[in-house]
């Protein structure tokens, strides 16, 4: 789903560069350091109820299409779960790459 009009997209915080041009005037520094997490749960089914119930962007972009898109968009997350799963044992396993913010403020 896009961000409403006006407004960047949240997504690009993990840019360095969008960093600078929100913080960058008021910042001592800025400092960021790519980090890993694993998401872990007890399916893919399991993390898609989740993040359907509790993430907004994916709670809203649901709600946003009728059943048989409905139906496309988790077909597609379960493809990408499988194809990104590091576990065998039928739980869920997907690495993923953050970045780590740190500003100091003048």
């Known amino acids: 789903m896009p961000p409403p009009a006006g407004v960047k997209s949240p997504a690009l915080w993990g840019t ?6 929100m913080f960058g005037l008021a ?18 089914e399991h993390w898609l109820d989740v993040f359907k119930t509790y993430y907004g962007p994916m709670l809203k972009a649901f709600a946003a299409l009728d059943e048989p898109k409905q139906n496309g968009l988790r077909n597609d997350l379960h493809a990408l779960i499988a194809r990104m799963n590091k576990a065998n044992d039928g739980t869920m396993v997907v690495p993923s790459e953050y970045l780590e913010v740190v500003i100091t403020k003048r």
């Open 27 to 44: 910042a001592v520094s800025i400092e960021t350091e790519p980090r890993n997490f694993n998401f872990r749960y007890r399916s893919a």
């Open 16 to 21: 360095r560069d969008r960093l600078v041009e």
